[in-house]
């Protein structure tokens, strides 16, 4: 027992990306931790920066201040003495190069690589990808390493972009979920469905806590 204790390593979460999100990793992180080792908790450090000012230095299009402010947490984690690193947000992986960069040693999760591995589980190629206004580029940071996964990624037409946007800004981010939010989500991954035949969907924006949403769509 004490032996397992020294060998477990501790796991440096990045959190307040929203709130709600941080502690639905922390749940189901503990979930994995004590199915995989019965009688353990896993070993977490968490850092919880303040979503109100990184949003609006998204928004003003501050993205190196940005960076910045994830990185002064990032800091933080790595001088606690973790072994690895989860970034509790997909828009916050903006932050990998400059993680690698400065930590080369140290492991990131990243967010990308799990969704890809799930999604080639499933035997499809073609998904839609829905999210904040910021993650849903081409060029973001997950959506970059889920296309060097070979994917084909299909976003949403820009109105529905902006109105995604407002509700997870706005609602998800806070725990808010309304019956006419889920129709909303669930007319565009209709319509991606019909007009562009993805064959899956990624909501991802770790604030979208949508199990409500039932979809014939993987």
Known sequence: MQSNRREQRVCGLLGGLTYVSTVDYYNYINRMVNKALPGHGSRIHIVSLNVFYYVKLLEQNEWSKAID??????????????????IGSNTSHIAVPRITDCYPYLVVLHIGDA?????????????????????????SQVVQRL????????????EEIVRLNDIIMNELSFNIVTEESKQTFLKVIQRLNDEQNIEGIVLGCTGENFNAIHSYLP
Request: proline share 2%; net charge negative.
């Open 147 to 158: 296309i060097e996964h070979e994917l084909e990624v299909i976003f949403p037409d820009e």
């Open 69 to 86: 402010y994830l990185m002064e947490g990032i800091r933080q984690l790595v001088n606690s003495g973790i072994d690895f690193l989860i």
């Open 115 to 139: 969704v890809a591995h799930s999604i080639k589980q499933k035997k499809i190629h073609k998904i839609g990808f829905l999210g904040t206004r910021f993650a849903m580029k081409f060029d």
